[in-house]
């Protein structure tokens, strides 16, 4: 009996442990460099190339590195996204290393504020998932499409599966130390 409580123990000490450090917000910097917030030089080098190789969850971060003298970071709204209106911002920052928490679950459009920027492709699309879909998978966040409406997360059974399976081990690993 007291084999199979320490055991019990093990498996859930396992189990906090590595949802602790799965639960952990990330700071992205976008473009993946303290250059990235710029012109892109071509299609294949946009910020949304970058962005579709990241997943982004609630609670993350995303910083932006630029001359506050010469550009911004503009978050808008899907439609002043696709024509480029810098005059209805949702937010503005102008300080060079802007730091945004996503805050919720979704897309975040975000474009520059220096004139002609973003028609020349300087903005980004960041498709945010639930905590809730942390463990859902590795894949690569969805792409972001400039004409498509709200993203939304998939759901699965993966998560809770995982969890069972973890559970399994510590107790197996409880056995074998006794």
């Keep these: 009996m007291a084999g199979i409580l320490r055991a019990l123990c093990y498996s859930l000490v396992l189990v906090f442990l590595l949802s602790a450090t799965s639960s952990a917000a990330k700071e992205f910097l976008v473009g993946g460099k303290t250059d990235g917030w710029k012109i892109p030089s071509s299609q294949s080098d946009s910020l949304n190339k970058w962005a579709e190789t990241s997943r982004f969850l609630v609670g993350d971060s995303l910083v932006w590195k630029y001359e506050k003298e010469k550009d911004s970071v503009l978050k808008v709204r899907r439609e002043a996204y696709i024509s480029c209106n810098a005059t ?75 969890a069972g399976c973890l559970v399994a081990l510590g107790v197996l690993v409880g056995f074998l130390w006794m």
């Design 88 to 162: 209805d911002a949702i937010e503005e920052y102008k300080d060079g290393n802007t730091k945004v928490t996503l805050d919720k679950s979704g897309p975040h459009y975000f474009i520059s504020g220096a004139e002609g920027h973003c028609e020349k492709g300087q903005k980004l699309i960041v498709v945010v998932m639930s905590q809730r879909h942390r463990l859902v998978g590795e894949s690569p966040a969805p792409s972001p499409a400039e004409i498509e409406g709200p993203a939304v997360a998939p759901t699965s059974g993966a998560a809770s599966f995982r």
